[in-house]
């Protein structure tokens, strides 16, 4: 017994030695860098910003995205969720100039920036927002610039869009109002309102005074009068909607343009934008004339192309 004891005992042993040969060239072989982790800074994650902020803490996040504004058109803004982490209570928007510029308004509770942007407003401007927590003193800001461009530049209703070259179907709302006498935020809700009505989206309509030639060149296909009869004033309002091209409406506003010759009648209209409606109508308005440039014996010349009664009229001007 103790002899075969012995013997096991002898046979553990040698197992151990022999691993243990086994095992000792490979750790020789091994050096404390193979198992080392790579603590280059191109690997390093800091984390620190995505950290859960502090109570009443704030800090800028995301920020605010640079947008675009287009002519007569109107024009909102939510700033993101994202924008800043933390309890945001309140707003704050300021242009780099000091004041806001007149046309833009902005609701501090809801962080909603609304406007409609004119001709002398075009171009770029800068704005900073300052978010404020509920605690005096706790705040974090960005900023952002809202780039004011032509209304035609702006992309086509998402609604339906028409061909180059093809007419638009738009329908114009005429109001006994002085659009330089309309206080920037009456002209914002009039559209805010009868946009949310509609059930469409605020850019798809725009404002301008009406000019008196504006509807010269243009087909009137259908019209009708609003619930004012007697004029107080000299100066128009127009609002207008693109509605369709060539001559079919959009499948999303034919139901829209037949309900309007009774909303304008019944005081609908006139209760949504808070202005004296005069009447309405639909009409065609039809595409620039394409412009083809080409190099004349040294002279830049414009060929004006137009199409009128059916022929096509070639007009050089000289520049």
């Not at 928007?93 to 902005?106: F, I, M």
């Not at 725009?206 to 009068?225: R, Y």
């Not at 639909?282 to 004006?304: D, Y």
Request: glycine share 8%.
């Amino acid at each position: 017994m103790r002899v075969a004891l012995g013997g096991d005992m002898a046979r553990r042993g040698a197992c151990a030695v022999l691993a243990l040969a086994l095992l000792c060239p490979l750790a020789h072989g091994r050096h404390d860098d193979d198992f080392a982790f790579d603590n280059n800074d191109d690997s390093q994650l800091d984390i620190s910003d995505n950290q859960t902020p502090q109570s009443n803490g704030l800090k800028r996040l995301w920020g605010v995205p640079d947008t675009a504004a287009y002519v007569g058109h109107l024009f909102r803004m939510e700033i993101p969720k994202e924008a800043f982490s933390g309890d945001v209570h309140t707003y704050k928007v300021r242009s780099d100039h000091g004041r806001l510029p007149g046309w833009l308004a902005v609701d501090s509770k809801h962080g909603l920036i609304s406007g409609i942007p004119q001709a002398e407003d075009l171009g770029a401007h800068s704005f900073t927002v300052t978010a404020h927590g509920r605690t005096p003193g706790v705040s974090a800001s960005d900023t952002f610039t809202v780039e004011v461009k032509k209304s035609e530049d702006k992309p086509q209703s998402k609604y339906g869009t028409c061909s180059p070259g093809q007419s638009r179907l738009v329908l114009v709302l005429l109001v006994d109002a002085n659009f330089h006498q309309l206080p920037p935020r009456q002209r914002i809700r009039s559209l805010m309102d009868l946009a949310s009505f509609m059930a469409l989206d605020g850019d798809e309509f725009s404002i301008a005074p009406l000019k008196a030639d504006s509807l010269k060149d243009n087909t009137v296909l259908m019209s009708g009068p609003g619930l004012t009869t007697k004029r107080k004033g000299s100066s128009t309002t127009a609002i207008y909607l693109n509605v369709g091209c060539g001559d079919k409406l959009w499948p999303r506003h034919k139901v829209l343009v037949s309900g309007v010759r009774e909303q304008c009648r019944d005081g609908t209209i006139a209760q949504l934008t808070r202005l004296p409606v005069l009447g309405w109508r639909l009409v065609t308005v039809r595409a620039p004339p394409r412009l083809l440039k080409r190099q004349v014996i040294g002279k830049k010349v414009e060929i004006c192309v137009s199409k009128t009664k059916g022929k096509i009229v070639y007009k050089n001007i000289e520049k």
